[in-house]
């Protein structure tokens, strides 16, 4: 039976764990398989243990049941530990099946909201496994710091021992949303996830506040770069492209942008498509406020090249589960390649990189040289790629 109290966040139900269900907890650990954890298999009786040790409440211990909307069973829970000391840690478990489903991206952000305005928490930590890459790469694209990295820390089953990484968060980041350098860690390491169909339901959320906000001055909402390809891995980075009829109608939209705390960044040296950058992911503003994912935002004049090759792309790869998955293959051992470089550099590189691949595909389609000249310009001369 759920709990009550239960708080809605993006699609999840978050409910905290009630003494009176020690069973129910026992028996939906003991039915997991947790590769990360020191015990994978826990016993029922194992984990009723744990939990008379007060692991799971109390004052020191606090943790939530999630939920998705119509499920009876929870797909998660989350535990909050050593909430008496200055700063806490968690311990997420996601069960087996719901796994890599974008579910962890969400938990995470109502975790960080809930820590830094329900209690008085200005940091939290976030111990794993070197060899738990979901995990890593689920922190560094959320903006958590790595600060440690210890050898041989993390005891198994076996007896053996596995390296151990510690991520932070201040709530001083949180707030600003940028990472503080450490010695040892960078801000903003390139990453490439596997597809998440969050990406889609974001999308689609924001396309009901563009259309809603701009009205008549806008043609269409597209969405377009890597996470627009269903099965693609792509940078956790939505591409946006706003299509407008002409210089009149970009004019009349910038205003409704800028009280959705968009700001206007002018053309970036692509002809016909406008970027518009934001403070913080609460932007676009809604009520009740909403962290958004990371955004490129255009408004594009119809028909102009750039908008038009944007989806010239993004159809091929999804016509084509060949050329998405050689795709995704060329992006990730990019990114194994720069992995040791920083993010500017790395970026780069990255962008340089994909060019002959993008260019390719759209000459299959029918872009001319001139166009393709172009695209090789944008991407080889600046970090801001023309595609995701």
């Known amino acids: 039976m759920k709990p009550q109290q239960t708080e809605e966040f993006n699609g999840l139900l978050f409910t905290p764990y009630e003494a009176g269900q020690a069973e129910d907890l ?9 590769p990360y954890h020191g015990s994978v298999t826990p016993s029922f009786e194992k984990v009723l243990g744990w939990i008379a040790d007060g692991n799971y409440d109390g004052e020191d211990n606090r943790t939530f049941w999630i939920y998705r909307e119509g499920d009876v069973e929870a797909v998660a829970i989350i535990c909050l530990h050593e909430m008496t000391d200055l700063t806490p840690v968690f311990d997420l478990r996601i069960r ?23 209690t008085d928490k200005h940091r939290i930590e976030a111990h794993t496994r070197r060899d738990n890459i979901p995990m890593q790469r689920l922190l560094e694209s959320g903006g958590w710091v790595k600060e440690a990295h210890y050898r041989k820390a993390w005891p198994d089953e076996s007896g053996g021992f596995h390296d151990a990484l510690t991520f932070a968060m201040l709530k001083d980041d949180w707030e600003r949303l940028e990472s503080t350098e450490t010695a040892g860690g960078r801000r903003g390491e390139l990453v490439v996830l596997n597809y998440q169909p969050d990406w889609a339901i974001q999308f689609a959320a924001l396309k009901l506040i563009f259309e809603e906000a701009l009205g008549e001055s806008l043609l269409g909402v597209e969405h377009v770069g890597s996470t627009s390809v269903p099965g693609l891995a792509a940078k956790p980075v939505l591409d946006i492209d706003l299509v407008v009829a002409g210089m009149a109608e970009l004019e009349a939209v910038r205003a409704p942008l800028a009280r959705l705390g968009y700001h206007f960044r002018g053309d970036l040296g692509i002809p016909g ?3 518009f950058g934001r403070r913080d992911d609460e932007v676009p503003r809604c009520n009740p406020p909403c962290r958004w994912m990371k955004q490129n935002l255009y408004v594009c004049l119809d028909g102009v090249s750039a908008l038009k090759n944007h989806i010239l792309f993004r159809d091929a790869l999804r016509r084509c589960d060949g050329l998405r998955d050689a795709y995704g293959a060329l992006k990730r051992r990019l990114v194994r390649r720069y992995a040791g470089l920083d993010y500017e550099r790395g970026i780069d590189l990255y962008c340089r990189d994909k060019t002959g691949f993008i260019t390719a595909v759209l000459a299959s389609v029918g872009v001319d040289d001139a166009e393709l000249d172009q695209i090789v310009t944008v991407n080889t001369g600046s970090r801001f790629g023309n595609y995701s």
């Open 96 to 118: 087996e099946d719901c796994r890599k489903r974008g579910l962890g991206r969400i938990i995470l952000s109502w975790l960080l909201r809930y820590l830094f305005t329900v």
């Open 273 to 275: 498509r406008y970027a």
């Open 26 to 34: 026992a028996g939906w650990i003991a039915g997991g398989h947790w």
